[in-house]
């Protein structure tokens, strides 16, 4: 069963305008979520990150908002720029010893954003 | 420049070759990992290592080995490599402490394609 997802595999918006991408999760014990950026032909990169124990995190354009108790995240890029056209792959952390797996990254499907000019 | 490495880029082999994609970071990183890239999947955990000769399974080991002799290297080995390992292969490293091991750092990527 899947653990992260996002429900859009693409999102289209202009240039200048608002960029929302989401993400849902299921396990009520993770803690630690992230957000990563990827180029083709390149390996994803490190966005955003946000605690469980906050609501939102800022960086320059990009904020990520967390709520909990509708385990939903989104990340929010403002103004979109055609430079941000990238696949963005929502990640969580698993709590220690979930599965065995240490609290590894559980990584969703990636949503491809695509800016206009 | 801080980097991760992967070779090759690109790999075609047959079904049943032996094969090993190498991955090496320079950035004195403890923990190191494995993923594939499938279309519609997203990334999957394949193995990972918290610090020298120290590894385990991810979410899909099945098939591949690795090995973590020194800190910096972390090759993937496919004994015997089938189609269904055909994918797109990341390796990346971290600091290895708290919240900083999320914060990965990635490789190019390995396209493998078993014939």
């Known amino acids: 069963d899947q653990q992260v997802k996002q429900n859009s595999p693409s999102l289209s918006v202009q240039e200048g305008r608002i960029s929302i991408l989401n993400c849902d999760y299921t396990?009520?014990?993770?803690?630690?979520f992230l957000w990563y950026k990827k180029y083709p032909a390149e390996g994803p990169t490190f966005l955003i990150s946000?605690?469980?124990?906050?609501d939102k995190n800022e960086d320059g354009r990009f904020t990520v908002f967390l709520n909990k108790s509708a385990k939903h995240l989104s990340l929010h890029i403002v103004p979109s720029q055609p430079g941000d056209s990238a696949v963005y792959f929502c990640?969580?952390?698993?709590?220690?010893?979930?599965?065995?797996?240490?609290?590894?990254?559980?990584f969703g499907k990636g949503t491809k954003l695509s800016v206009k000019p | 420049e801080a980097q991760v490495t992967q070779n090759p880029r690109y790999l075609i082999t047959v079904t049943g070759k032996k094969l090993t994609v190498t991955c090496s970071q320079n950035?004195?990183?403890?923990?190191m990992s494995w993923y594939r890239q499938d279309p519609g999947l997203g990334l999957r955990q394949i193995y990972y290592s918290m610090n020298v000769e120290v590894t385990d399974k991810g979410d899909v080991p099945e098939g591949y080995k690795v090995s973590r002799k020194e800190k910096r290297n972390f090759p993937l080995i496919l004994e015997s490599p089938s189609p269904n390992q055909t994918s797109l292969y990341f390796c990346a490293s971290s600091p290895g402490q708290g919240q900083r091991r999320e914060k990965l750092f990635f490789g190019s990527g390995t396209q493998l394609s078993v014939l």
């Open positions: 946000i605690s469980s124990i906050k």
């Open positions: 950035m004195n990183h403890e923990y």
């Open positions: 396990n009520s014990m993770f803690d630690y």
């Open positions: 990640a969580a952390r698993g709590e220690v010893n979930y599965g065995g797996s240490q609290g590894n990254l559980i």
